[in-house]
């Protein structure tokens, strides 16, 4: 482990821009802590630190120094590695004679700071789903190829987190470039750093670094070890395909469908959601007609539409759906849950719906039906 | 090779401000492919030259306020093989559909110097409480766009491609931070159909809910939380009450709010 000083953090971005990235970090934008180019480290929210609940996000200004004093916000990787709307094709002509142009797919070199443990799983996630199969997307393989990614390890967890249960975080294990722990004590202000593949160790080896100390290094894992207790919300995945799988005819769905909005913001914040549709239009004297991929959303009435009408014309299905396949069902798709325990889907939910408090209460319904199984009747608890 | 013979296509207004019919004209790009496209035979704010129907497509503008429109819009709907309706007014009544919570009378003897000219209907009332509507081009104004979007798909035998989800998937798709999350600000947009591409939460507004109800509006829910905002009833039967006050759920939320408010309801759900 190395330690990098903080009146040198410009130049690991200095170095960046030299290798022709354009440098994407935390920036505080209509009071919110978002994802958008940075050209120094001034530019970072340097002393701000968030407060998140369900249906609620707020930033405060403190006296510390840190940079990175806060959690995730409501953007990620996602919308940079897999855009909202990206053109497939174009057409040119006629019924019978027509030409397909397929437009260039852009993949700018990006280099992102402060990435957090969430995220960088939820972008292996991404990975799997996107490139992992025999037909990988060219627009994600193309943008995922041409980006470095500088992590920073959590040093305060969300209200609304809950990686630590999720195996997800605080701290960055994989996936990563450069790891950053950001320490602030006594006066001084400092990183401990970490390479963890060989572009991540070339670029070490142009930063002025010196080797930590041991009572550094310790106060590095102080740092993680404070963001993993003060974890605000959690998760028990213990058997969780049971309690979802066994839960389908549950009163719970049509509780959640009596507050649900379907506004779609929980799948549209969430990182590891992938779907979409495709869109065509036409030029009105069509001799053009161009193929859009949109983000979608399992919370619209189209999403499931077949000939004949929506699968899921309920909204208590619509949810039940979408936890079901993020908690259990995605498990036995790509072999692992399709939550990191990042949080956004609670605080961005305009209305504050909880998935760890679903999940909760569809266990005790669980628990409660097995107590009867085993106990009898006399046993049932009110939920 | 056989050319078909243009649509005939023709623009009528009703009690509206211009506002949507003008967005044709605000079509700059595409307006000389829609003239290649369609032929104009009757459109007052465009051209002054008059061609008889039937007419292959209606655009119609505007909400039901006066015995006259009632009539005319039947013999609209009888000359018209297809009817679209553009903009609020004509969808859900319009701002004009906010006198049904009114007394008209009463407007008539204070506003005008001889009350005795003024014959209009008690109430306004939305097209297709008239007359079949094929389909209906939402929001206030509508988005320009989308007409020649709804031409377009006609014309060429597809489905349109406008949305019927909420504005959240809009603002959400253009990386806008919610403002109600994050600023508290009561929006509109879970309720509302898409189709402005998330305008106002983009300037740090929330959305007024010009296009009218979404395909599943949950307005309960959303003005339980906007209680919780601080928001008074009076605010929240306001909200609903705006440009498509009169269009189905969003008409039952006002009425509940309008009704919680002046009973002085405290912001505890009343027993049934
Ligand atoms: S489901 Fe929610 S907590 Fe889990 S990864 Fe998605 S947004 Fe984050
Ligand atoms: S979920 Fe974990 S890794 Fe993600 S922001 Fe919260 S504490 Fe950090
Ligand atoms: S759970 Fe929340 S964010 Fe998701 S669709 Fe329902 S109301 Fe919207
Ligand atoms: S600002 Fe409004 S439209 Fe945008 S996500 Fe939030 S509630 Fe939805």
Not at chain 1, 40 to 63: M, V
Not at chain 1, 330 to 337: A, D, L, N, R, S
Not at chain 2, 36 to 62: C, H, K, Q
Not at chain 2, 159 to 165: A, E, G, K
């Amino acid at each position: 482990m190395q330690v990098l000083m903080r009146e040198d953090f410009d130049t690991l971005i200095e170095k960046l821009q030299g290798a022709d990235y354009e440098v994407i970090g935390p920036r505080i934008r209509e009071g919110a802590i978002v994802l958008d180019t940075v050209d120094s480290a001034g530019d970072l929210p340097a002393g701000w630190t968030d407060e998140q609940e369900g249906g609620r996000y707020t930033l405060h200004k403190t006296d510390s120094p840190s940079l990175f004093h806060y959690t995730v916000g409501p953007a990620s990787l996602k919308s940079f590695l897999y855009p909202s709307k990206s053109l497939l094709c174009r057409v040119y002509g006629g019924h019978n004679d027509f030409d397909v142009e397929e437009p260039e797919i852009e993949a700018p070199r990006r280099a992102f700071v402060g990435v957090r443990a969430c995220e960088l799983h939820a972008m292996a996630i991404q990975d799997h789903v996107f490139a992992g199969g025999r037909h990988p997307d060219p627009v994600y393989t193309a943008r995922r190829n041409n980006i470095f990614l500088v992590a920073v390890n959590c040093s305060k967890a969300g209200n609304t987190c809950f990686c630590a249960s999720m195996g997800t975080g605080p701290e960055a294990t994989a996936h990563y470039d450069l790891a950053l722990t950001e320490v602030v004590e006594d006066g001084t202000h400092y990183f401990l750093i970490d390479a963890g593949t060989k572009a991540g160790r070339s670029m070490l080896d142009e930063l002025p670094l010196r080797p930590a100390r041991a009572a550094e290094e310790e106060a590095g894992a102080a740092v993680v070890r404070n963001a993993a207790e003060s974890m605000g919300r959690s998760m028990d995945t213990e058997g969780i395909e049971d309690v979802f799988f066994e839960n389908l005819e549950s009163p719970l769905w049509q509780e959640v469908a009596e507050r649900c909005l379907t506004c779609a913001n929980c799948t549209m914040a969430c990182p590891t959601c992938f779907c979409s549709t495709v869109e065509d239009i036409s030029t009105i004297d069509n001799d053009m007609a161009e193929r859009w991929r949109v983000w979608d959303s399992c919370f619209t009435t189209n999403f499931s539409y077949v000939f004949g009408g929506a699968i899921r014309k309920a909204s208590s299905s619509r949810y039940r759906h979408w936890i079901t396949h993020k908690l259990a069902a995605w498990q036995e798709q790509f072999g692992t849950p399709g939550c990191v325990g990042c949080g956004r889907c609670i605080t961005w939910c305009p209305v504050g719906i909880d998935i760890t408090e679903e999940a909760a209460v569809l266990r005790r319904q669980r628990e409660a039906r097995q107590g009867e199984a085993r106990y009898g009747a006399g046993t049932r608890t009110a939920y | 090779m056989h050319t078909p013979r243009k649509p005939k296509l023709a623009v009528w207004k009703f009690a509206s401000c211009d506002g949507c019919q003008l967005s044709l004209l605000d079509c700059e790009d595409e307006l000389l492919a829609v003239a290649n496209t369609v032929s104009i035979a009757y459109f007052p704010e465009a051209t002054r030259a008059v061609v008889d129907g039937p007419y292959d497509i209606s655009l119609v503008e505007g909400s039901i306020s006066t015995g006259e429109d009632a009539e005319r819009i039947q013999m609209i709907r009888d000359e018209s093989n297809l009817l679209i309706t553009i903009g609020a007014c004509a969808t859900s009544g319009g701002i004009q559909g906010l006198r049904n919570f009114a007394n008209v009378d009463q407007y008539i003897s204070t506003v005008y110097a001889h009350p005795e000219y003024i014959h209009t209907l008690r109430n306004v009332s939305p097209i297709s409480q008239h007359v079949f509507v094929d389909y209906e081009v939402r929001g206030c104004p509508i988005n320009k766009y989308h007409l020649v979007e709804v031409l377009a798909a006609h014309l060429a035998g597809r489905r349109p491609n406008i949305p019927s989800y909420s504005v959240c998937v809009e603002c959400k798709r253009r990386g806008t931070s919610c403002v109600m999350v994050a600023h508290g600000t009561p929006c509109m947009g879970p309720v509302t159909q898409a189709g402005c591409g998330a305008i106002c939460p983009a300037y740090n507004r929330g959305c007024y809910g010009c296009y009218g109800p979404s395909e599943e509006p949950n307005t309960q829910a959303l003005s339980a939380w906007w209680t919780k905002l601080g928001v008074e009833d009076a605010d929240i039967a306001r909200s609903y009450r705006s440009y498509n006050a009169l269009s189905g759920v969003f008409r039952r939320e006002g009425s509940r709010y309008a009704k919680k408010a002046a009973a002085g309801a405290t912001n505890e759900e009343r027993p049934q």
